[in-house]
């Protein structure tokens, strides 16, 4: 527990002051910086994989794939480096067998990282007033290897890193646990303040009361 003491300013009144909570010289510890570390990790997989996506979707686009899209997952029952799947609504051939090689060429090309999985998904449909229809039929789906067979090697430089970045379960599972641990210390501390504020004794009053025969009108 902490001590207190009292001084007496220039005017007479008395002010409390509270010593530190933390004996000096004994470092306060806190999780923090480890739970931001690790969920700057994350950010960075994640923007990493996002950039990836980004530059293959711009690079179908250009080939003439209309609305062209690139995801990238991973998670249980995926591929350990992820699934890339490319969806559009129409290909520059206008024909699914030329397309999708063409696809599957141009993410083998640009896609910056190793992957596990590359699946071709056409999308169909449109709206009749306020009613949409979409349909999705999967075209192609081939692993990495299969790729790489067909295709042959990789431009220089797009397989330094995977597509998501191997962070392990537990280590997602530890920044959590910090996050609301150092969310549920900072929660404590606040309620901690306020409550001492409430029952603090209100300080010394300034000035004569209301009514006072010495008062100044």
């Not at 169909?124 to 007033?129: A, D, E, K, L, R």
């Not at 949409?132 to 999967?138: D, R």
């Not at 081939?142 to 430089?157: C, E």
């Not at 330094?160 to 969310?183: M, N, Y």
Request: charged share 15%; with cysteine; glycine share 12%.
């Amino acid at each position: 527990m902490g001590t207190y003491g009292f001084s007496v300013p220039r005017d007479g009144a008395r002010a409390r002051h509270a010593a530190p909570a933390v004996p000096p010289g004994r470092p306060r510890r806190s999780a923090a910086p480890v739970a931001c570390l690790l969920v700057l990790a994350l950010a960075l997989a994640g923007c990493a994989a996002l950039g990836a996506a980004l530059r293959s979707s711009a690079a179908l686009q250009g080939a003439g794939f209309q609305n062209a899209n690139v995801n990238v997952s991973s998670g249980s029952g995926l591929p350990a480096s992820g699934l890339v799947t490319v969806t559009y609504s129409s290909g520059p051939a206008g024909n699914d067998q030329r397309d999708v090689p063409d696809a599957e060429k141009i993410v083998w090309d640009t896609f910056s990282g190793r992957f596990g999985a590359l699946t071709i998904v056409k999308v169909s449909g449109g709206c009749t007033g306020p009613v949409c229809v979409s349909h999705s039929t999967e075209l192609a789906s081939v692993t990495y290897a299969q790729l790489a067979a067909r295709f042959g090697s990789r431009p220089r430089g797009l397989e330094k890193e995977s597509a998501t970045l191997p962070i392990p379960g537990w280590a997602v599972a530890l920044a959590i646990g910090l996050v609301i641990v150092v969310i549920g210390a900072a929660t404590i501390v606040a309620v901690l303040i306020l409550r001492r504020k409430k029952s603090r004794p209100p300080g010394p009053q300034t000035g004569w009361p209301p009514g006072s025969p010495y008062q100044v009108p």
